[in-house]
């Protein structure tokens, strides 16, 4: 029993004990800490923590003299762990927060861009349907009178038209049939544009007459169509595009016109930079189908306040389920 306090006091100071004459073989065998008992006939080793086994049960063998340790840090490396976890996990969680709140904002983003598209469709169809208002002679007017219904009185000159193309006929009751399906039975031809002068203003603008098929192209093949004399037309109004990605050049040399390009338009036939789109009214037997003016607005933004808001809530949940409850596998 004389070993005893020895045992109890080398456990409990194991880690503050200074290493004692013999304790230097084997140190740093491998980086790990050591523990040397010595005394008489015996020697004993530990690697590590287990230095701590092997001095108490030297010193129950009585033999406490020589008795060395020589510090471990198995203790502080499993404390840095922990920690280094921690911080890792922290980063993560804010990190990964970011994306249902970038799923919120664009999801409410949308909520605003829908509004504001339902607030431009519903001005675009007033304007439609608004009663047909005299041409205005300035053309700077003109500019916020888009889509708007106008009318005029003159004669054409059908010496000098124009062909965009190619185009297809507007026509909402074949559209309506034909939704949804993989082929249709699209009619390919151009819209003629022909320089128009109106009598009460003394200035002549272009008028997109309407379609033709490709095989009419030709106004040989149309002479019953060619209008002579004044006429009444009613009309929308209609402002320069530009060339959209895709859309070849314009071809004034074939008389090819892939978009409205009023200044180079009116420039070759000597007509003003004024453009309005004939309505179905205007039609006569054997000439260009009037009503071509396609009034389009996309309006897909709810389908993307469902798609982001979705995300959202799934991606919110699951962060919930990783950071909040700590369920396991996630």
Same mark, same amino acid.
């Given at each position: 029993?004389?070993?005893?306090?020895?045992?109890?006091?080398?456990?409990?100071?194991?880690?503050?004990?200074?290493?004692?004459?013999?304790?230097?073989?084997?140190?740093?065998?491998?980086?790990?800490?050591?523990?040397?008992?010595?005394?008489?006939?015996?020697?004993?080793?530990?690697?590590?923590?287990?230095?701590?086994?092997?001095?108490?049960?030297?010193?129950?063998?009585?033999?406490?003299?020589?008795?060395?340790?020589?510090?471990?840090?198995?203790?502080?490396?499993?404390?840095?762990?922990?920690?280094?976890?921690?911080?890792?996990?922290?980063?993560?969680?804010?990190?990964?927060?970011?994306?249902?709140?970038?799923?919120?904002?664009?999801?409410?983003?949308?909520?605003?861009?829908?509004?504001?598209?339902?607030?431009?469709?519903?001005?675009?169809?007033?304007?439609?349907?608004?009663?047909?208002?005299?041409?205005?002679?300035?053309?700077?007017?003109?500019?916020?009178?888009?889509?708007?219904?106008?009318?005029?009185?003159?004669?054409?000159?059908?010496? *000098?038209?124009?062909?965009?193309?190619?185009?297809?006929?507007?026509?909402?009751?074949?559209?309506?049939?034909?939704?949804?399906?993989?082929?249709?039975?699209?009619?390919?031809?151009?819209?003629?544009?022909?320089?128009?002068?109106?009598?009460?203003?003394?200035?002549?603008?272009?008028?997109?007459?309407?379609?033709?098929?490709?095989?009419?192209?030709?106004?040989?093949?149309?002479?019953?169509?060619?209008?002579?004399?004044?006429?009444?037309?009613?009309?929308?109004?209609?402002?320069?595009?530009?060339? *959209?990605?895709?859309?070849?050049?314009?071809?004034?040399?074939?008389?090819?016109?892939?978009?409205?390009?009023?200044?180079?338009?009116?420039?070759?036939?000597?007509?003003?930079?004024?453009?309005?789109?004939?309505?179905?009214?205007?039609?006569?037997?054997?000439?260009?189908?009037?009503?071509?003016?396609?009034?389009?607005?996309?309006?897909?933004?709810?389908?993307?306040?469902?798609?982001?808001?979705?995300?959202?809530?799934?991606?919110?949940?699951?962060?919930? *389920? *990783?950071?909040?409850?700590?369920?396991?596998?996630?």
């Amino acid at each position: 029993m004389a070993g005893r306090p020895v045992e109890l006091e080398a456990v409990r100071h194991w880690n503050h004990v200074e290493p004692g004459p013999g304790a230097g073989r084997g140190a740093g065998r491998g980086g790990a800490p050591e523990a040397v008992v010595s005394g008489p006939g015996i020697e004993r080793r530990g690697d590590g923590c287990g230095g701590a086994v092997a001095g108490a049960a030297a010193a129950r063998g009585g033999c406490g003299a020589g008795l060395a340790w020589r510090p471990s840090r198995c203790g502080s490396s499993a404390a840095e762990a922990p920690a280094t976890k921690a911080e890792d996990d922290s980063f993560l969680q804010w990190l990964l927060l970011l994306i249902p709140v970038t799923a919120f904002g664009l999801g409410t983003w949308q909520v605003q861009r829908r509004k504001w598209k339902l607030k431009l469709i519903a001005e675009l169809e007033s304007r439609i349907m608004a009663e047909p208002v005299p041409l205005p002679a300035d053309p700077v007017e003109l500019k916020s009178l888009e889509y708007r219904p106008v009318q005029v009185r003159g004669h054409f000159d059908h010496s *000098k038209e124009l062909y965009m193309m190619p185009r297809s006929m507007v026509d909402p009751a074949r559209e309506a049939r034909e939704a949804g399906r993989l082929s249709s039975s699209v009619q390919s031809g151009a819209y003629v544009v022909t320089p128009f002068h109106c009598t009460d203003l003394g200035v002549t603008i272009l008028v997109n007459r309407g379609f033709v098929p490709k095989k009419k192209v030709n106004p040989d093949t149309r002479q019953k169509g060619q209008i002579e004399g004044e006429v009444d037309l009613v009309g929308m109004v209609r402002l320069a595009e530009t060339r *959209k990605p895709f859309v070849p050049e314009n071809n004034p040399e074939r008389n090819h016109w892939h978009y409205r390009d009023l200044e180079a338009m009116a420039k070759l036939t000597g007509a003003d930079p004024i453009f309005i789109d004939a309505d179905f009214r205007s039609t006569v037997p054997g000439g260009p189908i009037g009503g071509q003016t396609r009034v389009t607005l996309r309006n897909e933004h709810l389908q993307y306040i469902i798609t982001w808001y979705g995300l959202c809530a799934a991606t919110s949940y699951l962060w919930f *389920k *990783k950071f909040v409850r700590r369920t396991p596998g996630l």
